[in-house]
């Protein structure tokens, strides 16, 4: 379980992380299906923070169902390569190829446990839940292509950093998950 392993050996960057990590591996030690979106409570996700060569820009998608901006990722669904599982949705979200792990080789930026309210998808209600994410610092091409994944997002665009707190201000705890990983840059 090499992914349970890179969970545990990440190094929090403050008492939040920490107490997530915690949380996040006592909840996989205790749920067998901590990867599949069948576990109703909560679940693994990956996600990709994701910027361009400069550092300047960062590529987001308009999430359709919280109608807000926000990073790229989405479900293990049983796969345990977590780092993996950031790239595949990066692709099929905006159509762009992550180009490498800025902080090298799959070394995780951020872990958190993330609120996932009540909502509708593909016409079926999806009980709140709890998004036990595993996020990656990763570097695109602004060059690349983009394209729209119509069931997930509307828009997809590189938005500059220092515009970045107001184009989120409506989601205040992904600001500063954002923001704990740009950090990690200066």
């Known amino acids: 379980m090499d992914w349970v392993l890179d969970i545990y050996n990440?190094?929090?960057?403050?008492?939040?992380?920490?107490?997530?990590?915690e949380a996040i591996l006592e909840f996989i030690k205790n749920n067998d299906n901590a990867l599949l979106r069948e576990n109703k409570t909560a679940h693994i996700t990956s996600s990709a923070f994701v910027l361009n060569k400069e550092r300047d820009k960062t590529l987001m998608i308009h999430h359709n169902i919280?109608?807000?901006?926000?990073?790229?990722?989405g479900h293990a669904d049983g796969?345990?390569?977590?780092y993996k599982v950031s790239l595949k949705?990066?692709?099929e979200e905006t159509g762009v190829l992550g180009r490498k792990n800025i902080l090298g080789k799959e070394n995780i930026a951020s872990?958190?446990?993330?609120?996932?309210?009540?909502?509708?998808?593909?016409?079926?209600?999806?009980s709140a839940h709890l998004h036990l994410s595993i996020a990656y610092l990763i570097e695109a091409n602004e060059d690349d292509k983009l394209s729209i994944k119509e069931d997930e997002n509307s828009n997809v665009k590189w938005i500059n950093i220092k515009d970045l707190d107001n184009v989120i201000k409506d989601e205040p705890h992904m600001?500063?998950?954002y923001n704990k990983i740009l950090d990690k840059l200066r």
């Open 175 to 177: 600001k500063y998950v």
């Open 10 to 21: 990440y190094k929090p960057s403050n008492e939040q992380e920490e107490k997530d990590k």
């Open 111 to 126: 872990i958190d446990i993330l609120p996932v309210f009540g909502h509708i998808k593909n016409g079926e209600y999806v």
């Open 79 to 82: 796969d345990s390569n977590l």
């Open 66 to 73: 919280y109608n807000s901006w926000a990073w790229t990722g």
């Open 89 to 91: 949705e990066l692709k």
